[in-house]
């Protein structure tokens, strides 16, 4: 059974950081694009972060500059650097990985169990 499990969240302070890990488990063949995403109280799920395989990244204008997405292809594991942390960025973070799994013949979306980030002012 393919599984994403993330780590990391907590509370912290307005202008501290965190770093939000997530590794895949189970049988993986491979994996494609990896993200994090938010989803606050209230509002819609958006992307905050995503990397390829080839180390391409992208991110939501709200968190350039303050977070950092990077990943361990061989570890299966995707993390999220988080500096400069607002009240605004308070939500529970996803991860998100499309991935290949053995005896598969295609690729599929799969999600962590979300990890709770709040941030104080």
């Known amino acids: 059974q393919v599984r994403l499990v993330e780590s990391g969240g907590g509370l912290v302070q307005a202008g501290g950081s965190l770093r939000l890990s997530c590794a895949g488990s189970?049988?993986?063949?491979?994996?494609?694009?990896m993200a994090w995403y938010r989803q606050a109280t209230g509002k819609q799920r958006e992307l905050v972060a995503g990397?390829?395989?080839?180390?391409?990244?992208n991110y939501a204008d709200s968190v350039r500059g303050r977070f950092t997405i990077s990943r361990d292809n061989a570890q299966k594991t995707v993390y999220l650097q988080m500096n400069s942390l607002k009240p605004e960025d308070t939500a529970v973070y996803y991860c998100?990985?499309?991935?290949?799994?053995?005896?598969?013949?295609?690729?599929?979306?799969?999600w962590g169990q979300g990890t709770q980030v709040t941030v104080a002012s």
């Open positions: 998100n990985a499309n991935l290949r799994p053995l005896g598969s013949s295609s690729y599929a979306d799969y």
């Open positions: 990397t390829t395989t080839m180390g391409r990244t």
């Open positions: 189970g049988r993986i063949l491979a994996i494609n694009t």
